[in-house]
């Protein structure tokens, strides 16, 4: 019996870069994912508001049709500034176990991402037929 993984339920980390060739940003997500449609939640430092935080958070909605993904992620940082969405649509492998593709602010702003699972996630066993010939006796 083998395993396969057949949502992108579970744990990632990856990066997103920028277009202006700036260094690359890490992030963490958690990902839950139902017939298709997933949500979760993202961390990553702080690297653009003006304030004490260290860490930043965002939640995200989005669709996964075959390899195609897309989702929104949302920041809500309240009256610390940032309250904004990004857009993201690109690619997994086949395993599940990568996803990789574009992200877009405006049409003057965007950049790649890419994420890789952390953690076995959902796995679904996948069992084999075998025929067994049946002996008779004479």
Do not use: C
């Amino acid at each position: 019996m083998t395993k396969r993984r057949s949502t992108l339920t579970g744990s990632w980390s990856g990066a997103y870069r920028y277009p202006n060739g700036r260094d690359e940003t890490v992030f963490n997500a958690q990902i839950e994912e139902t017939n298709g449609a997933f949500v979760g939640a993202t961390q990553e430092p702080n690297e653009f508001l003006n304030t004490t935080d260290s860490v930043l958070h965002g939640e995200i909605d989005g669709l996964r049709e075959g390899n195609a993904v897309t989702f929104v992620k949302f920041y809500n940082h309240g009256d610390k500034g940032a309250r904004h969405s990004i857009r993201y649509h690109g690619s997994v492998d086949a395993k599940l176990s990568r996803m990789e593709g574009r992200w877009i602010v405006s049409s003057d702003w965007s950049g790649t991402f890419f994420m890789t699972r952390d953690d076995l996630g959902e796995e679904t066993a996948v069992e084999r037929e075998v025929e067994v010939p049946i002996e008779t006796r004479k």
